[in-house]
């Protein structure tokens, strides 16, 4: 575990058994409605919960070696990654929360675990160099997208669900 990191237990996390949620101990009765929604938090809770990650980061590369190669030390400061290693956090959390209920869930993530890596590992940083990454110009006119909703097929064709007949099987109402 990285200095100056707290020894957080997971399973000290209280999670709602029915959703898997994580609450937190919101004071006064009132919901945290952020979670781990980065943007959303005020910004002494996303200090605390970076360090949260990073600890639980250090857990990951010790457990999984093979990750180390993916997991680049700049991980933090790329939103992207730092975003998918929050679902991988907060999903590892529910799944090795006692109460699970899915039978496969350790395998499921473990699944998840392997499929996510490839998608972290970032060729212009490694171990002593960052890159910023610079977003490109994203190019969504309000005029494009009105068209777009108003005249494409896959937006005016007809309702028709693609297993039709096995939900007509089933019974099930459309």
Wanted: glycine content about 4%; some cysteine.
């Amino acid at each position: 575990m990285p200095d100056g990191l707290p020894a957080d237990d997971p399973a000290d996390f209280l999670v709602d058994e029915d959703t898997g949620e994580i609450l937190d101990d919101a004071e006064d009765g009132e919901a945290d409605l952020a979670g781990w929604v980065w943007e959303a938090m005020e910004p002494p809770v996303r200090r605390e919960r970076l360090v949260e990650l990073r600890t639980w980061v250090h857990w990951l590369v010790r457990t999984y070696p093979w990750t180390h190669s993916h997991v680049t030390p700049c991980w933090y400061r790329h939103r992207d990654v730092r975003e998918h290693l929050t679902a991988l956090f907060v999903s590892w959390v529910r799944t090795y929360t006692p109460g699970s209920k899915r039978d496969t869930a350790e395998v499921e993530w473990i699944d998840a675990l392997y499929r996510t890596m490839p998608r972290l590992a970032l060729k212009e940083c490694g171990p002593q160099q960052h890159v910023e990454q610079r977003p490109r110009d994203f190019k969504d006119t309000d005029h494009g997208f009105l068209v777009h909703s108003k005249t494409s097929d896959d937006m005016t064709a007809e309702a028709r669900h693609p297993a039709i007949a096995e939900l007509i099987r089933q019974g099930v109402e459309q």
